[in-house]
């Protein structure tokens, strides 16, 4: 399987965000390639509403290799260790976070660390530049 046919089969198991059909290979469209990186355009077959474009980019590894498990570059082999002893995301951890952050009101700020409370980011008009004050 080359490079793209790999892109286009990683884009067919999500869904589309506007009518949820799943995506099909015909929808993920090569625009550009430079060595291993891709450059494809996405879009729902079912409803042809366009789902953006996204640049991606493709390690080659050994067949090997890809039974180690996944590594990402970079993670210091302490932080590989650390992040080890938890479980991987699944399927609830996500329907929770999006049940929480749905939730919010104009109070989200209680969940933030004291110091972090009372910082307001400004943009000052002259210069572009951001300025953040206590």
């Known amino acids: 399987m080359d490079g793209f046919n790999i892109i286009q089969?990683?884009?067919?198991?999500?869904?589309?965000?506007?009518?949820?059909s799943q995506l099909e290979k015909d929808g993920v469209e090569l625009i550009r390639q430079e060595q291993s990186v891709y450059i494809v355009n996405v879009h729902c077959m079912q409803c042809?509403?366009?789902m953006g474009i996204a640049l991606v980019g493709l390690q080659h590894s050994t067949p090997h290799a890809l039974h180690q498990g996944f590594l990402d570059p970079e993670l210091t082999p302490e932080e590989i260790d650390r992040l080890a002893r938890f479980q991987?995301?699944?399927?609830?951890?996500?329907?929770?976070?999006?049940r929480f952050f749905s939730a919010l009101d104009e109070?989200?700020?209680?969940y933030l660390p004291e110091e972090m409370?009372?910082?307001?980011?400004?943009?000052e008009p002259e210069s572009d530049k951001v300025k953040a004050a206590h």
Request: one cysteine or more; a neutral charge; glycine letters at 0%.
């Open 9 to 20: 089969h990683f884009f067919t198991r999500m869904r589309c965000q506007f009518c949820t």
């Open 107 to 110: 109070n989200w700020q209680q």
């Open 88 to 98: 991987p995301i699944d399927y609830n951890d996500v329907v929770d976070a999006h």
């Open 48 to 50: 042809a509403r366009q």
């Open 117 to 123: 409370r009372q910082l307001e980011i400004t943009l």
